[in-house]
């Protein structure tokens, strides 16, 4: 049947390209959809629209925000002289469920990764070095994943920023090798960054 | 930071809605609908709409469908005189995937359920019987699951439909084809026994 459903099958496609939907999730999700009142479906489409259209980068630290700048980097409250560079906006969440730390964030949107074609251009790193350029930044906490291209990025943007007289440290302790830091318990976490060292 | 945006939440809440889809699914897709380019998102949401408002349910079987008839009902080489009765559009596919069936379907939309509040008023039960009005039809297979709602669903259909003169059958239950006897509940291995054959 499904084979002569054009609007069906196309459904399927859209769910089945969200990251980590397979195939067969994709096609349960389109029934789904397709069982749900007119007005829960006209609901769904437009919180995909409202998402979009409301949710923007905060031109400072790159997180995603829907206000002008992000709730963190407009708090006065929070250390703006140490930023805490991770790899994407998922990473921010995990780090604020710790609650220790006080400085600001950096998003990359990214790891530098020659097998999938990620250059440093591709990432926010220029929007990183503007913000050292006020001289008002005292450290660097290098918060990307601990696998190969979490570390090279690190490592890249040590190198960078170093000698700008500006402290680099990494997270250390507590992180697996080869995990994701979005899976990393909050206590793990936590170690991790009571353990960074200096690069 | 998830909550200070709302749009976020309220497209999260979106995806969890769906059938199977856990919180933390619901919030990966989430995030994946926001590093989506603007077009993709547009075509995700235009997706959900055109599916819902393409596909509608056949009116005589009312299985899915985005043409007048469905594709069994309106193929004059199907038997019209063999009905087999299913509870969801799914074991429409299920059934079709086997090709040996040649007869046409009924899809209930859900079975009696006093559990969940399903009478057999909320089931395509009056459009069935509508169908069996014209006395072109000889058998009624019902092929609701093997379950206790889907056993007292075939149940009723076969006390109402039995007295009209037509044929009603049950798909046989059993032990699946292939499949270790050690391996089977005691409900399945009850229905194999009673259903056993001369040989």
Redesign the interface.
């Known amino acids: 049947?499904?084979e002569?459903?054009?609007?069906?099958r196309?459904?399927e496609?859209?769910f089945a390209?969200?990251?980590?939907?397979g195939r067969k999730?994709a096609t349960?999700?389109?029934?789904?959809?397709?069982e749900?009142e007119?007005e829960?479906?006209?609901?769904?489409?437009?919180?995909?629209?409202?998402?979009?259209?409301?949710?923007h980068l905060c031109p400072v630290c790159q997180?995603?925000?829907?206000?002008e700048l992000?709730?963190?980097c407009s708090d006065l409250y929070r250390d703006h002289s140490v930023i805490c560079v991770v790899t994407d906006?998922?990473a921010?969440?995990a780090m604020?469920r710790v609650k220790d730390f006080r400085g600001v964030y950096h998003v990359l949107h990214g790891v530098i990764s020659p097998m999938n074609r990620v250059t440093p251009e591709q990432l926010k790193i220029k929007e990183l070095l503007t913000r050292l350029e006020d001289d008002t930044v005292k450290e660097i906490i290098l918060a990307t994943n601990a696998d190969i291209e979490g570390n090279a990025t690190a490592m890249y943007l040590a190198h960078l920023i170093k000698p700008l007289g500006i402290k680099v440290t990494r997270l250390a302790y507590g992180i697996p090798v080869g995990a994701d830091l979005n899976y990393a318990d909050e206590y793990t976490l936590m170690q991790a960054l009571e353990g960074r060292r200096d690069m």
Not at 4 to 8: F, I, N, P, S
Not at 28 to 34: H, S
Not at 42 to 51: P, S
């Open positions: 049947m499904a002569y459903m054009v609007a069906l196309k459904l496609e859209q390209r969200l990251e980590g939907v999730s349960r999700m389109a029934f789904a959809v397709l749900m007119n829960a479906a006209e609901e769904f489409a437009n919180a995909i629209l409202e998402a979009k259209r409301s949710i997180n995603m925000t829907d206000r992000c709730p963190v906006v998922k921010v969440m604020e």
